[in-house]
């Protein structure tokens, strides 16, 4: 995992839709040993959710711009 990853840890993030989570820490999955990251969201009830970490941190394209799906606050 990268230092600028770790670095991310307990700190909030917002999705490119508006939301806020806060990046709980990092996880393997068990059969690919896929990175995965666990996040909280920081609105209703607070779930707790996994993303695989090149997902969470890719750069994607909606209404013809780039964007982080997640940028940190």
């Not at 909606?62 to 982080?68: A, F, V, Y």
Request: net charge positive.
């Amino acid at each position: 995992m990268d230092e600028d990853k770790t670095g991310l840890v307990r700190r909030e993030l917002r999705h490119f839709k508006g939301n806020r989570y806060r990046l709980e820490g990092f996880a393997k999955d068990s059969e690919p040993l896929e990175e995965m990251v666990v996040y909280r969201a920081l609105y209703g009830d607070g779930g707790l959710w996994v993303r695989p970490a090149k997902m969470f941190f890719e750069t994607i394209e909606r209404d013809g711009k780039l964007m982080k799906r997640s940028e940190p606050l």
